[in-house]
T-cell receptor
Framework: DGGITQSPKYLFRKEGQNVTLSCEQN?????MYWYRQDPGQGLRLIYY???????QKGDIAEGYSVSREKKESFPLTVTSAQKNPTAFYLC????????????FGQGTRLTVV | GEDVEQSLFLSVREGDSSVINCTYT??????LYWYKQEPGAGLQLLTY?????DMKQDQRLTVLLNKKDKHLSLRIADTQTGDSAIYFC?????????????FGGGTRLMVKP
């Protein structure tokens, strides 16, 4: 079945470590997005990519990095520079950046221990 | 501050109608969306409305848009316990920023049997 898959579902990180969250889609979508969700708040855009080998910063990109070497994959690295990384991270994709519907993965909950 | 605002919580009895409200600030919004999020999961698109429409109905869901007041609502008829979730309103602005989605903080709907 076509879809968008995030892994792992739960991730624990020690302070000072970098961690990478995986997002893979087999929908042949050009555009992919990373959002961060904190309790009682909406989704805030971290990074987005309109097409392979290209990506742009969102509203809260500091402390994060991404790559888009393949159309299917848009991994997010949470670096040690991100001071408050504990959150729920959601990946989404759209057929194109101008398309109406965004499809979301099931999310990764990152906790700093 | 947030561009899209929602009340935090709504409680209804099973069988009643639920009305979830949202206000947005950007008059250049092109599409307005309602997403549903169940616990620990990603977001599922419920419905969307184009900004030149004032109403859209889809089975139990009715979306009303008051463009003058920048007010969007989602009515769920015959609310069921399975409708308990967080509902997010989002707007998409078709400007040079490229159709980004801006989300409200979410409304938690609790349906009592």
């Amino acid at each position: 079945d076509g879809g968008i898959t995030q892994s792992p579902k739960y991730l624990f990180r020690k302070e000072g470590q970098n961690v990478t969250l995986s997002c893979e889609q087999n929908l042949n979508h050009d555009a992919m997005y990373w959002y961060r969700q904190d309790p009682g708040q909406g989704l805030r855009l971290i990074y987005y990519s309109q097409i392979v080998n290209d990506f742009q910063k969102g509203d809260i990109a500091e402390g994060y990095s991404v790559s888009r070497e393949k159309k299917e994959s848009f991994p997010l690295t949470v670096t040690s520079a991100q001071k408050n990384p504990t959150a729920f991270y959601l990946c989404a994709s759209r057929l194109t950046h101008l398309n109406t519907e965004a499809f979301f993965g099931q999310g990764t909950r990152l906790t700093v221990v | 501050g947030e561009d899209v605002e929602q009340s935090l919580f709504l409680s209804v009895r099973e069988g009643d109608s639920s009305v979830i409200n949202c206000t947005y600030t950007d008059s250049s919004s092109t599409y307005l969306y309602w997403y549903k999020q169940e616990p620990g999961a990603g977001l599922q698109l419920l419905t969307y409305i184009f900004s030149n429409m004032d109403m859209k109905q889809d089975q139990r869901l009715t979306v009303l848009l008051n463009k003058k007041d920048k007010h969007l609502s989602l009515r769920i008829a015959d609310t069921q316990t399975g409708d308990s979730a967080i509902y997010f309103c989002a707007e998409s602005i078709g400007d040079n920023a490229g159709n980004m989605l801006t989300f409200g903080g979410g409304t938690r709907l609790m349906v009592k049997p």
